[in-house]
């Protein structure tokens, strides 16, 4: 990135649990400046408090209220975190969900949900970041899965949708080389509430104990924080991680 600063502006989806909660809490750790973004403020909040708790030098976070499935408010939200920070360096469009089921036994609503969050909204958020990044020489830094290669049993159409991420980074380093970055991070099961988006009682019990016993998601952060240091030196193009039982 052309910064003299290692302080880098970040615009973060998701940021109010889990990966992105962590990713926050890591990147204002390092002196980063993170613009934080989800819909439910009060937790929002509580991510912004910790995180400013254990703020490395220049390390700053500001938050907003913002659903991922509307364009015009990621657009004035892109628009105030570089009214606030003066550039955007990275974006991480990390919201996403999965709602597991048997595909003959799935809601379409579930279906359209998981599309529109993990395929729109990540579209949305780069669309709206990357005349930024391309100004800045930035970086896309997307969450993928281990379901971005693999098809597993009850969970079809989230591993569609995180092909179509893992498809995407691909496409942003070939079409944007020189231009904008590209990270794409596939984790295996991470103990974060994922998994409670699911509906079906049985597959709950069938899968929790193994998102329980998944990677921290700091361990997420911190590929997250490589995939940040990696600029100007190579490209972590994309990076499989899995829980040490697998
Ligand atoms: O899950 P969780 P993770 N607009 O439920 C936000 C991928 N991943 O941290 O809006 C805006 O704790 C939601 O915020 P809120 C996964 O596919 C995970 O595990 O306040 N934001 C919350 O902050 C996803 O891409 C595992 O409800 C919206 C966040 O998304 C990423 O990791 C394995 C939103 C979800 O946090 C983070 O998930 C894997 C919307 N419409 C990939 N809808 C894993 N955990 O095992 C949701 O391979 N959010």
Known sequence: METSSPHRV??????????????????????????????????????????????????MIVTEVMDVL??????????????EFGRLDVVIPNAGLGIFSPLDQA??????????????????????CLPHLIEHKGLVVNIG????????????????????????????????????AS???????????????????GLLDQYRPGFKKGMQPEFVARQVLNAIDARGHGVISDITIRPDFL
């Open 10 to 59: 970040i615009f973060l989806t998701g940021a109010s649990s889990g990966i992105g909660a962590a990713t926050a809490r890591l990147l204002v750790s390092q002196g980063h400046r993170v613009y934080a973004t989800a819909r439910r403020a009060a937790q929002l909040e509580t991510v912004a408090q910790e995180a400013m708790l254990n703020a490395g030098a220049g390390g």
């Open 183 to 201: 990270t794409t991070i596939c984790p295996g099961a991470v103990d974060t509430a994922f998994i409670e988006q699911t509906k079906d009682e």
């Open 107 to 128: 809601d379409l609503s579930d279906w359209m949900t998981m599309v529109d969050v993990n395929v729109k909204g990540v579209l949305t958020t780069i669309h709206s």
């Open 70 to 83: 509307d364009p015009q408010a990621q657009r004035e939200a892109v628009a105030r975190c570089v009214a």
């Open 145 to 180: 899965s281990v379901a971005s290669r693999n098809v597993f049993p009850n969970s079809g159409v989230y591993c569609a949708t995180k092909h179509a991420v893992l498809a995407l980074g691909e496409a942003i380093r070939q079409d944007l080389k020189d231009k904008v």
